[in-house]
């Protein structure tokens, strides 16, 4: 909305108009938790007093909004004042800041306060000027975090958003953060960045592009145009950081490579002729013969969160109160469901009496009619029988991930 109202201001042929970027010397005292509240409380009073100067009409309307009644805009102690360019308006303005001044003690900061001025004679804005004391300011100007412009946006303006976007990422580089972390932190921050811009503006294809490559380059670490030669000068390596023992060895190590000078870098993956994730994940992992039970957790309709605890539970590590007890040698803790026996995983998911009723009923649900036995009897069972595609075996699968979930 303010974008839309300071469009044009750079021509000369059109009605004439200004725009004050108030700001406002707060008399509160900084750190009090209720200064906020108190400042946007005093703002209500100076809006009722522009909002009822216009009604009287001492005060003229911007060219255009007069149909809405819109003399201002603001967010907090963000404050544009939009009005007629001319003189009588600005006297008026300069009275009605002066009344709430004396009313609230709140002052209008003249060293900071900028006018923009659209379709005035040169005689004419001198005139305002010298009137108000106001500084003269050009557009581009930022307003909530984004600029306000006369005209289209270029990518000049936008330098801004690239060189906030390249600073957060240059913060995160030698943070210890795995590849799922510093995507997450991209997406959420990175993104919301350029929404914020995206929401009042459509950016300049070569903006969109720089901010993709920024997401690109930045979410491994490492930029997509790297090169070794880049990395490596006539001193050693560049920018690598030896705090930690690992670090300096690795300095180490690849300080002993030798360089051939003037060959291009290849990539060459050791695990395959091409790189996959698949083949990465297998190169890298600790191989062992599969389980019996996995096609238990891991099947077609599974539910992630649900069989990712009972993965957990099988292997009897879920963070379970006797678990938790033999790390910090706290004193162990009775069931908080039957207060009778130690609350540890057989006891928690199985010998309870309150769980043994809840799985008997979940069976029952399930069509499913058999007796309760402790945890290796119910596991053993389970690995023999839920087997295939069925429907019935199906929900049962479903139904044992669910429970030992929600226990």
């Known amino acids: 909305m303010a974008h839309e109202l300071v469009k044009g201001y750079q021509r000369e042929r059109i009605s004439p108009r200004c725009a004050i970027k108030a700001d406002i010397m707060k008399g509160l005292r900084q750190g009090d938790p209720l200064s906020p509240y108190l400042f946007v409380m005093a703002i209500q009073v100076l809006s009722r007093l522009l909002d009822n100067a216009a009604d009287k009409g001492l005060l003229e309307y911007r060219p255009f909004c007069k149909s809405v009644k819109l003399t201002h805009w603001g967010f907090a102690d963000d404050l544009l004042v939009f009005l007629k360019g001319s003189t009588d308006s600005s006297r008026v303005i300069l009275g009605i800041f002066d009344r709430f001044y004396k009313m609230l003690g709140l002052k209008l900061n003249l060293a900071k306060t900028e006018l923009y001025c659209g379709g005035l004679t040169k005689d004419v804005r001198q005139e305002i000027f010298h009137i108000s004391g106001f500084k003269v300011g050009s557009l581009p100007v930022r307003y909530l975090g984004v600029p306000l412009v006369s005209g289209r946006l270029t990518d000049r303006e936008c330098r801004p958003l690239i060189e906030r976007i390249t600073a957060r990422i240059e913060g995160w580089a030698h943070k210890k953060l795995s590849y799922a972390g510093r995507l997450q932190l991209i997406k959420s921050v990175i993104h919301s960045l350029a929404n914020l811009w995206c929401a009042a503006f459509i950016l300049p294809k070569k903006v969109t592009r720089a901010v993709e490559r920024n997401f690109k380059d930045k979410r491994y670490g490492i930029p997509s145009h790297a090169t070794v030669a880049g990395a490596h000068g006539d001193t050693g390596w ?170």
């Open 238 to 407: 560049r920018d690598m950081k030896c705090r930690e023992e690992a670090r300096q060895k690795l300095r180490a190590t690849l300080n002993e490579i030798q360089f051939c000078a003037g060959m291009e870098d290849e990539v060459i993956w050791a695990v395959a002729k091409k790189f996959y994730i698949r083949s990465s994940w297998g190169g890298i992992r600790r191989k062992s013969n599969p389980v019996s039970w996995y096609k238990l957790v891991w099947y077609q309709h599974y539910i992630p969160r649900h069989s990712f605890i009972c993965w957990l539970a099988i292997l009897n590590k879920a963070f379970t109160p006797d678990r938790v007890a033999s790390w910090t040698a706290g004193q162990k803790k009775s069931c908080l469901l039957c207060k009778e026996d130690e609350e540890s995983r057989d006891n928690l998911f199985v010998a309870c009496g309150y769980s043994k009723q809840v799985w008997m009923k979940v069976q029952q649900l399930c069509g499913l009619l058999k007796p309760v036995g402790d945890w290796s009897t119910e596991f053993a069972w389970a690995v023999q029988h839920l087997k295939g595609k069925s429907v019935q075996v199906v929900l049962l699968k479903i139904a044992w991930n669910a429970y030992i979930y929600f226990v």
